[in-house]
T-cell receptor, first 116, second 110 residues
């Protein structure tokens, strides 16, 4: 079946540009997560949605980062005025339920963002 | 968030068993132990999870120490496709986000 998809797979942005990264979760999955993965590091949590509600945005590194999931399915992560330190792979994950420790997360392939 | 400690890297030969250790001495009673792995150029994928008892699934086995301060992910017969970074993660009841460490990079040789 269809998994989590992300687009674009690769994005090169000049410093100062705005970017928008899209995530299509598995159909029917309630929870959606965004993670940031720097080279050689494990993924780091950015934000979490339960349906359309953003329940946790504690990992967003600055107010330049904004995420939305207006209809409870597709989500967009927007980064304004990109900086070189924003260069990373941005991973999206979805899971069937929420508030339960047994719900495994399904990850997309990620979007590799390079800021020049 | 509770922390886990894993070796940076391990090696195995194909078709041999692999035991990937994880220490989590500060684990709380409500923390589940999850394992994910990340193949090159892919997103992480779920492997297995457990609370107190040992667990088996088609991918691997999870052995949890009696005091829960450590666990071991067991791949019964490593294949070249098992070469990946393996992450051991503690996930509290009611917490949905995953806190990754740096994981163990497993190399498998033919």
């Amino acid at each position: 079946g269809a998994g989590v998809s992300q687009s674009p797979r690769y994005k090169v942005a000049k410093r100062g540009q705005d970017v928008a990264l899209r995530c299509d979760p598995i159909s029917g999955h309630v929870s959606l997560f965004w993670y940031q993965q720097a080279l050689g590091q494990g993924p780091e949590f950015l934000t979490y949605f339960q349906n359309e509600a953003q329940l946790d945005k504690s990992g967003l590194p600055s107010d330049r980062f904004f995420a939305e999931r207006p209809e409870g399915s597709v989500s967009t992560l927007k980064i304004q005025r990109t900086q070189q330190e924003d260069s990373a792979v941005y991973l999206c994950a979805s899971s069937w339920g929420s508030g339960g420790t047994t719900y495994e997360q399904y990850f997309g392939p990620g979007t590799r963002l390079t800021v020049t | 968030d509770a922390k886990t400690t894993q070796p940076n890297s391990m090696e195995s030969n194909e078709e041999e068993p692999v035991h990937l250790p994880c220490n989590h001495s500060t684990i709380s009673g409500t923390d589940y132990i999850h394992w994910y792995r990340q193949l090159p150029s892919q997103g992480p994928e779920y492997v297995i999870h457990g609370l107190t008892s040992n667990v088996n699934n088609r991918m691997a086995s999870l052995a949890i120490a009696e005091d829960r301060k450590s666990s071991t992910l067991i791949l019964h017969r490593a294949t070249l496709r098992d070469a990946a970074v393996y992450y051991c993660i503690l996930r509290d009841v009611g917490t949905d986000k995953l806190i990754f460490g740096t994981g163990t990079r497993l190399q498998v040789f033919p």
